[in-house]
């Protein structure tokens, strides 16, 4: 395994608490905002739950999916969903339960990609974000992840009809789509619907994390190719991999609603909005950052040296090398720190 990197950024997280005002901790992308009450509610009412929960979800949760699926992304055709234990516990497993030999992932991305690979032993193939320009044999499992962590950047349509033409040389098109709800000034486009129906070797992962503040309970779900999702859900039958039942019916319940999501989008973007001109003040370049939870930016230095400067203004952010070698001269700002600590980061970074 690679080494952990959050270890690595312990020293600066030291530097920024000795800050007189305390630290402001905007290098993870942990929700901060509340689980909406109903949410909660919902996970209350399930909490008297003695029995075995069902891997391929309760019959209230796969309706909520499917409706979902149908109505917010678009799917046509044949597919299938799996509720999953949170999207990380997805990504990491996937290459081993599909035996995958060769993995292609994209060269700045989310580090799980890489250590799903590396824990089915598989080859790793790093790719431009950009399919279109892909020069590449197809590997048999290929990640894509839109709107991108640590980028926020929205893959256009045709990129994603490019990755996902690789199907036809055999390969399974995994698209990690946990971001989905979050479009600000792109809205991602959703792979099912450029799919349109034809849902062979196609799986797309998305979460309940970000989209509904329960990165807590850990609540995700895959949905796509019925014949992928069948020998996933037998693996995972054998495996103990179930979603804990007050979670299901919390999960079916937030899934049927989008105006809590609406609402936290617009918290996220309004973040942005503050936040950019702020950094941009002061010789960041902010690039893609069009959607999600991250601004993802350079002020051209190496990027220790910039998650050096505002450690010494009480804040941590991301160096770029985490998500790849391509992003040693970027850093990674999240935008889960409440508005307070938000507007504390401007002040700080404006004035000292
Ligand atoms: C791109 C991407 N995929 C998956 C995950 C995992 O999210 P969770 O396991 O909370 O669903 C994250 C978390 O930050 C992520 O950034």
């Given at each position: 395994m690679p080494d952990f990197p959050w270890d690595l950024l312990a020293p600066y997280g030291v530097r920024a608490k000795n800050h007189p005002k305390g630290a402001i901790d905007l290098s993870q992308g942990t929700p901060v905002d509340p689980t909406p009450d109903f949410i909660q509610k919902a996970l209350h009412e399930a909490?008297?739950?003695?029995?075995?929960?069902?891997?391929?979800?309760?019959?209230?949760?796969?309706?909520?999916?499917?409706?979902?699926?149908?109505?917010?992304?678009g799917a046509a055709g044949e597919f299938d969903v799996l509720p999953v234990i949170g999207s990380k516990e997805f990504v990491a497993w996937l290459p081993f339960m599909l035996r995958s030999k060769k993995v292609l992932i994209p060269e700045i991305a989310y580090p799980t990609y890489r250590v799903g690979a590396i824990i089915a032993g598989a080859e790793i193939k790093e790719v431009g974000i950009d399919a279109t320009k892909w020069n590449t044999d197809s590997g048999d499992l290929i990640w894509v992840n839109t709107p991108s962590n640590p980028t926020g950047r929205v893959h256009s349509a045709d990129e994603i009809t490019a990755a996902l033409a690789h199907r036809s040389r055999g390969a399974i098109v995994a698209v990690d789509e946990c971001y989905f709800s979050f479009g600000d000034s792109k809205k991602p486009i959703s792979t099912f619907q450029l799919a349109r129906g034809d849902n062979k070797n196609f799986l797309t992962v998305h979460s309940l994390s970000k989209r509904s503040n329960l990165a807590g309970y850990r609540g995700a779900f895959v949905a796509g190719d019925p014949a992928l999702?069948?020998?996933?859900?037998?693996?995972?039958?054998?495996?103990?991999?179930?979603a804990p039942a007050p979670v299901q019916h919390a999960v079916a319940?937030?899934?049927?609603?989008?105006?809590?999501?609406?609402?936290q989008a617009m918290v996220y973007a309004a973040r942005r909005k503050r936040l950019a001109p702020a950094l941009t003040s002061k010789?960041?370049?902010?690039?893609?950052s069009d959607a999600g939870l991250y601004i993802w930016c350079s002020n051209g230095e190496e990027d220790w040296a910039q998650v050096a400067w505002f450690a010494e203004r009480g804040?941590?952010?991301?160096?770029?090398?985490?998500?790849?070698?391509?992003?040693?001269?970027?850093?990674r700002i999240a935008l889960t720190a409440t508005d307070a600590k938000i507007d504390e980061a401007i002040e700080r970074i404006l004035h000292s």
């Open positions: 909490s008297n739950a003695p029995g075995y929960p069902v891997t391929t979800g309760s019959p209230e949760l796969r309706r909520a999916i499917i409706t979902y699926c149908r109505d917010q992304l999702i069948s020998r996933l859900l037998e693996l995972r039958k054998h495996a103990g991999m179930m319940v937030a899934l049927g609603d989008e105006v809590h999501v609406q609402e010789g960041f370049a902010v690039d893609f804040i941590l952010v991301t160096p770029g090398n985490f998500y790849g070698k391509g992003g040693a001269r970027h850093i």
